[in-house]
Antibody, heavy 123, light 106 residues
Framework: QVHLVESGGGVVQPGGSLRLSCAASGFTFSDYAMHWVRQAPGKGLEWVAFIRHGGSHQYYGDSVRGRFTISRDNLKNTLYLQMNSLRVEDTALYYC????????????????WGQGTLVTVSS | DIQMTQSPSSLSASVGDRVTITCRASQSISNYLNWYQQKPGKAPKLLISAASSLQSGVPSSFSGSGSGTDFALTISNLQPEDFATYYCQQTYAPPVTFGPGTRVDI
């Protein structure tokens, strides 16, 4: 079955950097686009970033564009999120998610989610 | 960016009730609308895609409708396990955006 495990969260000072990872198993990772979605404590869901199955195209939410970079290693079945210039408002539980459709016909929505990794930005 | 709104923001209901949550997009999104359920401390779960397509394993008590700008999620015969927060999401154009959520509690 599909299994997504995020790691790399922690406490970081404003302006700092952090790299999140998401280890995927149970499906052909290279066939699916992937997402990062976050949720601030007690708040709703916010889509963060998307990467196509081959890694050729990436898209970002307005609040992270220019600071975060999504990437993937299809040989290691791993998704990444490099977060730079972190702000207090980036504090959230970060989920990775598998796109619901294969290949170029990405659905842009998530059918399987990890359990999340917590990022806290605080001085 | 396409803005999503949901109403109500919360509601109280009883087991056996029929509940309807509405979601509105700031512009037409055809049927590029999905619904998720999230329980406290858990990851979201996809319920419905393309406005009305029920995901495998989701009870038939859940149904979705709408197109263009106005959508609805209906839960008929509310069960104890249905008490959760529900989010709509548009995937018509990036950036993907979620609604603010509707909490359904007892």
């Amino acid at each position: 079955q599909v299994h997504l495990v995020e790691s790399g969260g922690g406490v970081v000072q404003p302006g700092g950097s952090l790299r999140l990872s998401c280890a995927a198993s149970g499906f052909t990772f290279s066939d699916y686009a992937m997402h990062w979605v976050r949720q601030a404590p007690g708040k709703g869901l916010e889509w963060v970033a998307f990467i196509r199955h081959g890694g050729s195209h990436q898209y970002y939410g307005d609040s992270v564009r220019g600071r975060f970079t999504i990437s993937r290693d299809n040989l290691k079945n791993t998704l990444y999120l490099q977060m730079n210039s972190l702000r207090v408002e980036d504090t959230a539980l970060y989920y990775c998610g598998k796109d619901a459709k294969t290949g170029q016909n990405s659905g842009w929505y998530v059918d399987y989610w990890g359990q999340g990794t917590l990022v806290t930005v605080s001085s | 960016d396409i803005q999503m709104t949901q109403s109500p923001s919360s509601l109280s209901a009883s087991v056996g009730d029929r509940v309807t949550i509405t979601c509105r997009a700031s512009q037409s999104i055809s049927n590029y609308l999905n619904w998720y359920q999230q329980k406290p401390g858990k990851a979201p779960k996809l319920l419905i895609s393309a406005a009305s397509s029920l995901q495998s394993g989701v009870p038939s008590s859940f149904s979705g409708s709408g197109s263009g700008t106005d959508f609805a999620l209906t839960i008929s015969n509310l069960q104890p396990e249905d008490f959760a927060t529900y989010y709509c999401q548009q995937t018509y154009a990036p950036p993907v955006t979620f609604g603010p959520g509707t909490r359904v509690d007892i």
